[in-house]
């Protein structure tokens, strides 16, 4: 899905140590959130600040996809356009969760019972897994 809408800033919160979540309020294609990378930088910040007007383009490349990590006992199993971008596991387990990191989950970076544990927290279900063995 693609479209182009205006747009007003919502809301802005720090994400990480240098990205920014914004909130965005289009006027026909309703309430939007997303991640802007390097976004407390000073040049992107005069650019983000709540009441900006923005022109939006979305791109949806994501749609239906689910990217999978396994650790040799679990896969886990990510679906981007679920993710809400709540910072919940990054901020639970950052170790395992950074989406400052390329691939952002680490799954060998922490034991599979607290990682099970994130994942159980996750508010969008965007994150769940299923045991290696019973390979889906
Ligand atoms: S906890 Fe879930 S919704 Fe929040 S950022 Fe992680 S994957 Fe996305």
């Known amino acids: 899905m693609t479209w182009s809408d205006e747009g007003y800033i919502l809301g802005v919160n720090i994400y990480g140590e240098n990205s920014s979540i914004i909130s965005i309020l289009s006027k026909d294609h309703g309430h939007h959130k997303g991640i802007i990378y390097g976004g407390t930088s000073s040049k992107l910040k005069k650019l983000i600040q709540i009441s900006k007007k923005l022109f939006l ?3 949806n490349h994501m749609k239906n996809m689910t990217k999978k990590y396994d650790n040799g006992e ?4 990510w679906k981007p356009e679920v993710c809400i971008h709540s910072a919940i596991c990054f901020k639970g387990l950052p170790q395992v969760f950074d989406p400052r990191q390329k691939p952002w989950i680490k799954q060998n970076n ?8 994130q994942i159980n927290q996750c508010p969008s279900k965007a994150l769940s897994f299923y045991y290696t063995s019973e390979e889906k």
């Open 57 to 59: 383009i979305y791109i």
């Open 74 to 77: 679990i896969t886990i199993e």
């Open 110 to 117: 922490a034991n599979t019972n607290d990682i099970i544990y």
